[in-house]
């Protein structure tokens, strides 16, 4: 909220750093006497009534001081960034991702040093654009079942089995992969997905059984193509040596929910290149996740184009997570990965 004011700012700055350190509900009489502003408890109380009605902050029990909420974490985290210098990388962290040789090893050696760095899971993701569409074969498995490969430039090969609702032959199957060859060969395959199914909509495929199979079982074997993404997660060790008993949202199945999704990387892979889609920091807390299993983790995560490949680094932890150290680690390492890949 950018209409607080700066009493309301900094007090609930002092009271989300102090609840992070320290775990514990925070108390007026403690902020009155801690938090530098030379006011009273009384005064304190009511500041912090207000933070409460904006829904900054919540009390977990009448008798207890306050918490801050994902909206009071957003709030701190928005003051932080306002005031932050970015920092160089070691010269020793560049040295250590040189070492590696490849991008597999560079990305695993960011990985390993993010959650070395914040006691969090680390991950470090690139994804390269969509090949180029070289050949599209449909072979004849039998009457209603046709076997679609489509091979892309890299050598990479994508095959999908399809049923079919009419019979074929093998020499319809082969015209209608010599016309799908012609129209879009050359393309990404991002460009050929787009141009099939624009062509699926024009009227005179609708009225040539050839060309509208020919562009459905295309389309079908295309949708099967995903970019090629390299990705290494590491640190489920590191972050439970930094769980404490205070972090009050890590219940014995929210983290079995985490390193489930760690675990179908896929999964994981899907949450985590939604937020590759703009380039610089991205912080993502508690339900502000799409994801209900993410809500009690949050994300911090740098992504930057190297080239034409987009790549991320980040690491995941608790919502009572060290935002100041935790972004500076991550901006760090996304400079350092940067100017080594």
Known sequence: MSDLTDRQHRLLARLVAEYIEQGEPVSSSWLAENSGLGVSSATVRNILSHLEEYGLLRQPH???????????YRHYVAGLLNGRRRTRP??????RLRQAGTVGGILDNASQELSRQSNHIGFAITSSPSAQLRQVDFVSLDAHRVLVIVVSTGGHITHKVVETTEEHDRGRLAEAATYINREFA????EEARQAVASHLQEERV???ALLSRALQLAQSGLNEVSPAQTVSIQGTSAFLNGLSDRDEKMTLETLRALFRMI???HRLLDLLTRYMSTNGLTIVIGSEHQEADMHPFSLVASTFQDGPRTATVGVIGPTRMRYPKTISVVDSLSQAVSRVL
Request: without cysteine; hydrophobic residues 35%.
């Open 186 to 189: 050359g393309m990404t395959i």
């Open 263 to 265: 675990e179908e990387k």
């Open 62 to 72: 009448t008798s207890a001081g306050r918490v801050p909420t994902d909206s009071g």
């Open 206 to 208: 609708l009225y040539n």
């Open 90 to 95: 070691a010269a020793e962290i560049e040295a």
